[in-house]
């Protein structure tokens, strides 16, 4: 994109701004917000919300440097952990929840959406993954983690498409421009 990202304005408000809004609205707490070198602009535009910051010193190591910061800033007695990308604002108020209550099937540690178009996020991890977390590399994000052990993961299917992510100015304006109809 050429510049911050997560910062862009969408309906007045920042793309990681809306993020996080939607993921309190959910219930699921604590909120971990991993940051990069935009911190200080990335704090502001989060003011007064409930989340914790961590902060990735090195993001140039990928999308797993980012989980693996955050899996170790989660409190101890943390049971699940979301993984939820900052750029996409406005996953369906449904898939959150749904995920929690999937993780609670006997033996599964691992419940990740499936939408009309694919396998896609916010995925939601078992405490016994975090070790796993904890060890990945490259910019795959935890697919590794999903593909390792199929037997662990339990699928929730939405009769909808994946959720739009921000990438391009193309998605930029089609996230704009479905702010507009919420």
């Known amino acids: 994109m050429g510049q911050a990202k997560l910062l862009l304005p969408i309906a007045g408000e920042a793309v990681l701004r809306l993020t996080v809004r939607n ?19 990335l704090m502001a ?9 961590a902060v990735n010193d090195n993001p140039a190591e990928g999308q797993a440097s980012s989980i693996r910061v955050g899996v ?4 101890s007695e943390t ?12 996953v369906p108020p449904q898939v959150i929840p749904a995920l929690i ?13 499936r939408y009309r178009d694919g396998r896609g ?11 796993e977390l904890g060890a990945i590399a490259g910019d795959q994000g935890a697919r590794s983690v999903v593909e390792r052990d199929p037997t662990r993961v339990t699928f929730v299917d939405f009769d909808f498409a994946m959720p739009d ?18």
Do not use: C
């Open 23 to 41: 993921i309190i609205g959910t219930g699921a707490r604590p909120v971990v917000v991993v940051m990069g070198s935009e911190r200080s602009a």
């Open 165 to 182: 992510d921000l990438d391009t100015p193309a998605d930029y304006d089609r996230l704009r421009s479905r702010s507009h109809t919420r």
């Open 101 to 113: 209550a999937a993780l609670a099937e006997p033996g599964k540690a691992i419940a990740a959406p």
């Open 45 to 53: 535009a989060l003011a007064g919300l409930p989340f914790q910051a």
């Open 121 to 131: 996020n916010p995925v939601l991890f078992a405490r016994r993954t975090f070790p």
């Open 72 to 75: 170790s800033a989660l409190p």
């Open 79 to 90: 049971e699940a952990t979301l993984i939820v990308l900052g750029d996409q604002p406005f």
